[in-house]
């Protein structure tokens, strides 16, 4: 990859934080008109605030985006730092701009292509291919959403990707530009090494007592036994609750009854069409030829039904149903259009409809299926409801003994015993905890937490020998520990590695005169060219690293070429003193063409991205946009570089 495109990484995290979130995080579910105003607001952009509540909620759903991308494998709070937190309010910011950029041009979304964003959700057809409309309430209920907020905020959304296409449409790389990109990416420099091995130097090294001594007592952090504690811990957590809620056949007959549309399969229908298609802005005559071709078509099929997947594939204007003869499967109510529903649930199995009208046109219905409904028995599905009532208990319970257990495990901070007995929660113990987490360890390894670890490492838990606070290392889990044996941090007895000493001190030394050697023979080559000792001719080239030490590489790529042959020295870590001698710079005889293209492609949406930002910019300060004071405070309280009163 270019270094041009690593420079930019900065600018492709802006823009790609800016469109990731959910529209509605950037919009609010009422609308870009109705943001609210008050004491909390934190910047103003076209006249509308953002609220800190808004800014914490967008932080928020940025740290869970991290944390499914990773799948839980990385620590979310690595990013929530003061910088992270002013990058969501700066892309808050432009959200807003541009959402008042999309408001004062008039940009709109067909219904069409609002209903084919949708479609493109994951669930919602059937294997019949149907829209499940009960499906799409439920996954926007699930979220606190109704059908009417979420397609006007994907309306907005969809009128914001329109925009940014725009915008970034109008950026282009000059061919110059990223040809020349790709001849420095291609260049080939051939090159023959001169190696000074420290192991070669070992046997001139004479090492005293006193050197050993010295490097212990500098580097006494190589020497150290870390601390570590051997803890009990509990645990509160969902599972914990579960165990201590029943339920009764009474209950589950309860809720069966009330959630009985729940257990129940409507009455179904399947039904083949013949589509003649009105177009928009169709004469009153061209309707009429097309209403009067529609009559002809039912007089022909009611004198002979047979013939109805036939004349379908000959006459239907609908290419997805045409070729299965205009067979449409079954499909409950609210999954078609009003009128063409209406139609063919009149319909007796067999019939064939009038021509029913609709925004598409004329449809011919043939009613070929009846699905009668049914219902669940409550045995059929006793388990599954004594399973969500539970959960549903759980989930109140849990808060009411969270509470017992913050308090106990603080009331009662000597042991763990006290509330572990009252929860009825099993004490587990684990020794070699340390101060950091453990990277050998499972992620959810709920003792290795750093938030539990660094409630655990406090002078009030070693010394004063007190529980941790309850500490939340999930939604619904909280854990505390107790330090059983502290062991802190010691540093080995200089005889006991005296000899590990001895070997460190004699690989620096030997580096030491690897490394002088090295430098002393590239400042003689400099001045008189001398290919003797030198090994065979190896390519580098930007995209052919194979087999290079990074360091070398950097050192070749990196030295000056316009007099060769050229020369070059780096030290290599643990391996001792390298000089290079480039004798040729070349293109390859035959560049990579695909390569090339993607590279060019690259440098265009680098490009691309630029124009947008700058497009983003000019709308920030049309906009009139300020971060208010509240939102200076907020940044800087996270930083801890100024007192909590700045917002006053």
């Known amino acids: 990859m270019f270094e041009f495109i690593r420079n930019h990484q900065r600018l492709m995290q802006f823009l790609l934080l800016l469109f990731i979130f959910p529209s509605f995080a950037f919009f609010g579910l009422e609308g870009y008109s109705r943001f609210s105003d008050g004491d909390n607001a934190v910047a103003k952009v076209a006249g509308q605030t953002i609220t800190k509540e808004e800014w914490d909620a967008a932080q928020r759903q940025q740290l869970e985006r991290l944390r499914q991308m990773s799948g839980g494998q990385i620590d979310t709070k690595v990013f929530d730092t003061p910088e992270a937190r002013r990058d969501v309010l700066e892309s808050l910011i432009a959200q807003r701009a541009l959402a008042a950029a999309v408001v004062n041009d008039k940009l709109g979304v067909t219904d069409q292509a609002l209903q084919q964003n949708i479609m493109q959700i994951p669930g919602l057809i059937k294997p019949d291919g149907t829209f499940d409309k009960e499906q799409y309430n439920m996954l926007l209920a699930a979220q606190g959403l109704t059908p009417k907020g979420y397609e006007a905020s994907q309306r907005r959304a969809l009128a914001l990707q329109q925009l940014n296409f725009a915008v970034q449409g109008s950026a282009f790389a000059p061919k110059a530009v990223s040809a020349r990109l790709s001849d420095l990416n291609d260049q080939e420099r051939s090159v023959q090494e001169l190696s000074f091995k420290a192991v070669s130097y070992v046997g001139q090294v004479k090492v005293?007592?006193?050197?050993?001594?010295?490097?212990?007592?500098?580097?006494?952090?190589?020497?150290?036994?870390?601390?570590?504690?051997?803890?009990?811990?509990?645990?509160?957590?969902?599972?914990?609750?579960?165990?201590?809620?029943?339920?009764?056949?009474?209950?589950?007959?309860?809720?069966?009854?009330?959630?009985?549309?729940?257990?129940?399969?409507?009455?179904?229908?399947?039904?083949?069409?013949?589509?003649?298609?009105?177009?928009?802005?169709?004469?009153?005559?061209?309707?009429?030829?097309?209403?009067?071709?529609?009559?002809?078509?039912?007089?022909?099929?009611?004198?002979?039904?047979?013939?109805?997947?036939?004349?379908?594939?000959?006459?239907?204007?609908?290419?997805?149903?045409?070729d299965q003869g205009g067979d449409l499967g079954f499909f409950g109510k609210g999954a078609m259009l009003k009128s063409f529903e209406d139609a063919a649930y009149k319909l007796k199995q067999g019939e064939i409809s009038d021509p029913v009208e609709s925004d598409f046109g004329y449809h011919i219905i043939q009613l070929t299926g009846i699905k009668a409904g049914s219902v669940k028995s409550?045995?059929?599905?006793?388990?599954?409801?004594?399973?969500?009532?539970?959960?549903?208990?759980?989930?109140?319970?849990?808060?009411?003994?969270?509470?017992?257990?913050?308090?106990?495990?603080?009331?009662?901070?000597?042991?763990?015993?006290?509330?572990?007995?009252?929860?009825?929660?099993?004490?587990?113990?684990?020794?070699?905890?340390?101060?950091?987490?453990?990277?050998?360890?499972?992620?959810?390894?709920p003792y290795n937490n750093p938030k539990f670890l660094k409630a655990l490492f406090t002078d009030d838990t070693i010394k004063g020998k007190h529980n941790t606070e309850a500490v939340q290392i999930a939604p619904t889990t909280l854990i505390a520990g107790h330090i059983a044996e502290y062991k802190p941090v010691t540093k080995r007895p200089f005889d006991d590695v005296k000899n590990l000493v001895r070997e460190l001190v004699t690989q620096d030394e030997a580096m030491a005169l690897a490394r002088k050697a090295g430098e002393a023979k590239l400042a003689e080559l400099k001045g008189k060219d001398d290919a003797a000792g030198f090994g065979d001719v190896k390519v580098a080239s930007r995209v052919k690293t194979q087999g290079w030490n990074q360091d070398a590489f950097l050192a070749v790529m990196k030295a000056d070429t316009a007099k060769l042959p050229a020369y070059t020295g780096v030290e290599l870590p643990g391996q001792g003193y390298s000089v290079f001698r480039v004798t040729k710079v070349a293109q390859p005889a035959t560049p990579d063409a695909a390569r090339r293209k993607t590279e060019q492609e690259q440098i265009a949406n680098v490009l691309a991205e630029q124009e947008m930002l700058s497009y983003i910019n000019f709308q920030k300060e049309k906009a009139k946009t300020k971060i208010l004071k509240a939102g200076e405070a907020v940044t800087a309280g996270a930083s801890g570089s100024k007192s909590a009163d700045a917002s006053k």
Do not use: W
């Open 208 to 322: 005293t007592d006193d050197m050993l001594k010295a490097y212990y007592d500098k580097n006494g952090s190589k020497f150290e036994v870390p601390e570590q504690a051997k803890i009990d811990y509990v645990i509160l957590d969902s599972a914990a609750v579960a165990a201590q809620v029943s339920v009764s056949d009474a209950d589950i007959k309860s809720y069966y009854d009330q959630n009985l549309k729940q257990y129940s399969t409507d009455e179904q229908r399947r039904a083949s069409h013949i589509l003649l298609e009105v177009k928009k802005g169709a004469s009153a005559a061209d309707k009429a030829a097309i209403k009067a071709k529609a009559d002809e078509l039912v007089a022909q099929l009611r004198k002979n039904p047979g013939d109805f997947a036939k004349l379908a594939k000959a006459n239907s204007q609908d290419p997805g149903s045409k």
């Open 378 to 445: 409550l045995d059929e599905v006793k388990g599954e409801i004594a399973g969500e009532i539970k959960k549903q208990l759980a989930a109140k319970k849990y808060a009411e003994l969270a509470d017992i257990f913050n308090n106990t495990v603080y009331e009662q901070g000597d042991s763990l015993k006290p509330v572990a007995d009252k929860l009825k929660l099993k004490i587990e113990t684990v020794a070699g905890v340390t101060r950091l987490p453990n990277p050998t360890l499972a992620p959810n390894t």
